[in-house]
Antibody
Framework: EVQLLESGGGLVQPGGSLRLSCAASGFTFSNYAMSWVRQAPGRGLEWVSTISDSGGSTYFADSVRGRFTISRDTSKNTLFLQMNSLRAEDTAIYYC???????????????WGQGTMVTVSS | QSALTQPASVSGSPGQSITISCTGTSSDVGGYNYVSWYQQHPGKAPKLMIYEVSNRPSGVSIRFSGSKSGNTASLTISGLQPEDEAYYFCTSYTSSSTLPFGGGTKLTVL
């Protein structure tokens, strides 16, 4: 079964850091671009970041560029999101998502995790 | 990065058809055939319903269809069923290599 499982969320103070992980299973992880999408409480979806299948290219929303870093470890089939200088407006459920097509990116996401909650508050 | 524009809500009775619009610009919706639609029930992860404007993933009902005209993409649901009640979000690739989402549309099945 194709599955994504996020972890690492929690409560952090403004200005703090957090590292999210997403463990992938059931597909060849290295063949697909991966992304993070977040959803603030009661709000819509917001694309955060994407990393290419090789890890050589990364893309970020303006709202997080310079503060967040995306990476992947193919040996562990795991996607990461390093979040620094966190702000109250970063509070959200963070989903990891798999690109639908092998070798493509910034297209469509066919598999989503259940999400991990990040709360930025003092 | 402006979000794509969707109506906040739409409604319809069982058996009817509804259409949800997603308006962007020539730098996103109008410039690329990389528009996707997602369905999200409360407390659940989003589900891909349409990709590349008008294609349905395996397992998605044929009642769901997508189209595009100029800078506006549309999702049409025919033969509305109670389980279609959910939020729907569009997204599109942009010339800046980003993937903004629309604000979301709440579909109510009366």
């Amino acid at each position: 079964e194709v599955q994504l499982l996020e972890s690492g969320g929690g409560l952090v103070q403004p200005g703090g850091s957090l590292r999210l992980s997403c463990a992938a299973s059931g597909f060849t992880f290295s063949n697909y671009a991966m992304s993070w999408v977040r959803q603030a409480p009661g709000r819509g979806l917001e694309w955060v970041s994407t990393i290419s299948d090789s890890g050589g290219s990364t893309y970020f929303a303006d709202s997080v560029r310079g503060r967040f870093t995306i990476s992947r470890d193919t040996s562990k089939n795991t996607l990461f999101l390093q979040m620094n200088s966190l702000r109250a407006e970063d509070t959200a459920i963070y989903y990891c998502a798999k690109d639908y097509f092998r070798g493509s990116y910034l297209n469509a996401f066919d598999i989503w995790g259940q999400g991990t909650m990040v709360t930025v508050s003092s | 990065q402006s979000a794509l524009t969707q109506p906040a809500s739409v409604s319809g009775s069982p058996g009817q058809s509804i259409t949800i619009s997603c308006t962007g610009t020539s730098s996103d919706v109008g410039g690329y055939n990389y528009v996707s639609w997602y369905q999200q029930h409360p407390g659940k992860a989003p589900k891909l319903m349409i990709y590349e404007v008008s294609n349905r993933p395996s397992g998605v009902s044929i009642r769901f269809s997508g189209s595009k005209s100029g800078n506006t993409a549309s999702l049409t649901i025919s033969g509305l069923q109670p389980e279609d009640e959910a939020y729907y979000f569009c997204t599109s690739y942009t010339s800046s290599s980003t993937l903004p989402f629309g604000g979301g549309t709440k579909l109510t099945v009366l």
